[in-house]
């Protein structure tokens, strides 16, 4: 798997897999306040738990979404997001989750040249001609 960290180092993880399945460079508003920046990545993975060896270094906060809410999951010391994971209005978690791509250390340019952008009518930033870009959401596949 890929190697990941909070900015301060006290939590450490491994995710389940070698590359991601995906990579989404979000412009949406909610993007970009959580990720402080022009946009959001994220790295899709199977679903995997975060551990920290001490269990007070790990929150979530969580917010509503269309269909549900999103979890992300926080270090408590430096802030750092880590992950977001989908929770339905019925209880059902994702089979997937979001890994904020800033954590990982093994991420690369050839990676991000694949990335997908969605939510591209709120871009602040140029978005590359030969991107796969989405004004909102992507299709469901």
């Not at 991601?20 to 970009?32: G, K, M, S, T, V």
């Not at 920046?37 to 899709?44: C, L, R, V």
């Not at 269990?55 to 269909?67: E, G, L």
């Amino acid at each position: 798997g890929m190697e990941g960290r909070c900015q301060c180092g006290q939590i450490t993880f491994v995710t389940p897999t070698d590359k991601p399945q995906a990579i989404f460079i979000c412009h949406c508003l909610e993007c970009r306040h959580q990720s402080s920046s022009a946009y959001g990545i994220s790295a899709i993975f199977p679903a995997f738990n975060i551990e920290a060896p001490n269990p007070s270094a790990i929150a979530v906060y969580s917010r509503p979404s269309s269909t549900g809410e999103t979890r992300g999951t926080f270090c408590t010391t430096c802030g750092s997001r880590l992950m977001h994971q989908h929770i339905s209005f019925e209880g059902t978690l994702s089979p997937r989750v979001a890994v904020k791509a800033g954590c990982l250390d093994g991420l690369t340019k050839d990676m991000l040249r694949t990335a997908m952008h969605i939510w591209t009518k709120r871009a602040i930033t140029s978005i590359p001609e030969c991107s796969e870009a989405y004004d909102e959401d992507p299709p469901r596949s």
